[in-house]
């Protein structure tokens, strides 16, 4: 009898590089895509557990807001600005071009962006350490979202 070893192949994927033929916004686009498709995808399902479906809100929040800070980051660096080490996204709105600014309340004219961003601005970090924060409720609204990741999706990968 022969101790087999198997090997799964799941995904390919790149990895940014230093190297300096590798272009680091395309990488950081690529890397908040791919946050984005896994917010979508945990949105869009249900886990059974113990027979009732449940929905994977905290991780369909944590990556589409990570995505949101990862486009938010691309945008700085590709006007030639330092994006700040941290998760603030209403910090990270702030520095942005009039351009991107005027571009969103243009699409959504019934809505105050900065508000919406403020919104949300700490969720990455309030829900992915949600069980260390002793909260009772945590407060989302997929709206504002659904509203924000597509607009910065579409701006950042023209």
């Not at 390919?12 to 979508?40: E, H, Y």
């Not at 027979?51 to 691309?74: I, R, S, T």
């Not at 970090?125 to 069980?131: C, G, L, T």
Request: include cysteine; hydrophobic fraction near 40%.
């Amino acid at each position: 009898m022969t101790d087999e070893k198997c090997t799964f192949h799941l995904a390919s994927f790149r990895v940014p590089s230093k190297n300096p033929d590798s272009d680091a916004l395309d990488d950081m686009v690529a890397t908040a895509n791919q946050f984005r498709d896994a917010s979508i995808r945990c949105f869009n399902s249900t886990v059974p557990i113990a027979e009732q479906n449940q929905l994977l809100v905290f991780p369909h929040v944590v990556c589409g807001c990570f995505a949101c800070e990862m486009y938010l980051k691309f945008l700085l660096k590709k006007d030639g600005k330092k994006a700040p080490r941290n998760h603030s996204l209403i910090e990270l709105w702030a520095m942005q071009s009039d351009i991107i600014k005027n571009g969103f309340q243009a699409k959504y004219l019934t809505t105050n962006i900065d508000d919406l961003i403020r919104s949300i601005s700490d969720h990455f970090i309030k829900i992915r350490y949600n069980h260390e924060m002793q909260m009772e409720t945590v407060h989302f609204g997929e709206d504002k979202l659904a509203m924000i990741l597509p607009y910065l999706s579409d701006v950042c990968n023209k």
